[in-house]
């Protein structure tokens, strides 16, 4: 298992900054809605993202009992299916158009427990052209995945991810990946054949399985 009562302790800032470059962090003035999110802001210094609404839960993937305060039961349960919305980080340098350098992209997905009982993936993308004049678009975007009926204590498997590429066509680029990861598949949009930093340029994560334990 994973220690994520680690990240529990940190404020949402201090976690964006974990996840996000040093200056590479971006908030967009019309953030998109989380419809899971309805009372929940979105932690300092990012912007809300679009949950995937596609996810079954199979509650019998284990049972077992903590040796804890009164011997608490402890359940955990396997979301299966989760994606995150298509993230479009906003522009932060350069003009708009990548105009057939890269763009050179680095990704991390990040997931954190907020309010004892909700699990969000923060996904940072920074996606920057590869010669002058440096067109560049950064952000990072926060998302929802599940909100369970007890606390979160842990999560049975991995909790971060990292993915680095040069683009070097104007399709989509599609990676996947074993299930021993966070991450299943990443489908991006890297270069276009016009303007498309801050507009269509970003990135959709579908996530493996994810095992989460709770009281």
């Known amino acids: 298992?994973?220690?994520?009562a680690l990240f529990r302790s940190f404020s949402p800032l201090a976690l964006a900054l974990l996840v996000?470059?040093?200056?590479?962090?971006?908030?967009?003035?019309?953030?998109?809605?989380?419809p899971f999110a309805e009372d929940t802001s979105a932690p300092d210094?990012?912007?809300i993202g679009i949950a995937a609404a596609d996810l079954t839960i199979d509650d019998g993937a284990a049972l077992?009992?903590?040796?804890?305060?009164?011997?608490?039961?402890v359940s955990a349960s396997t979301l299966v299916g989760l994606s995150t919305g298509f993230y479009i980080p906003p522009r932060v340098g350069g003009d708009a158009e990548f105009d057939g350098h890269g763009p050179s992209v680095s990704l991390q997905v990040e997931l954190s427990v907020f309010n004892g009982n909700e699990l969000w993936a923060a996904v940072?993308?920074?996606a920057l052209e590869?010669?002058?004049?440096?067109?560049?678009?950064?952000?990072?975007?926060?998302?929802?995945?599940?909100?369970?009926?007890?606390?979160?204590?842990d999560v049975d498997g991995?909790?971060?991810?990292?993915?680095?590429?040069?683009?070097?066509?104007?399709?989509h680029d599609i990676f996947t990946f074993t299930p021993d990861n966070l991450v299943n598949k990443l489908d991006y949009v890297g270069d276009t054949k016009g303007n498309e930093a801050g507009t269509k340029t970003g990135v959709r994560?579908?996530?493996?399985?994810?095992?989460?334990v709770t009281e």
């Open 1 to 4: 298992m994973n220690h994520i």
């Open 20 to 34: 996000a470059a040093p200056g590479c962090m971006a908030t967009s003035a019309d953030p998109q809605a989380d």
């Open 45 to 47: 210094g990012a912007e």
């Open 64 to 73: 077992s009992t903590a040796e804890s305060d009164g011997d608490a039961l």
């Open 124 to 126: 940072y993308m920074d």
């Open 130 to 153: 590869t010669k002058s004049n440096w067109t560049h678009a950064s952000g990072t975007a926060w998302y929802r995945l599940y909100t369970a009926s007890s606390p979160i204590v």
């Open 158 to 171: 991995p909790i971060s991810f990292s993915h680095t590429y040069t683009d070097t066509d104007h399709a």
């Open 205 to 212: 994560v579908y996530f493996n399985p994810i095992t989460v």
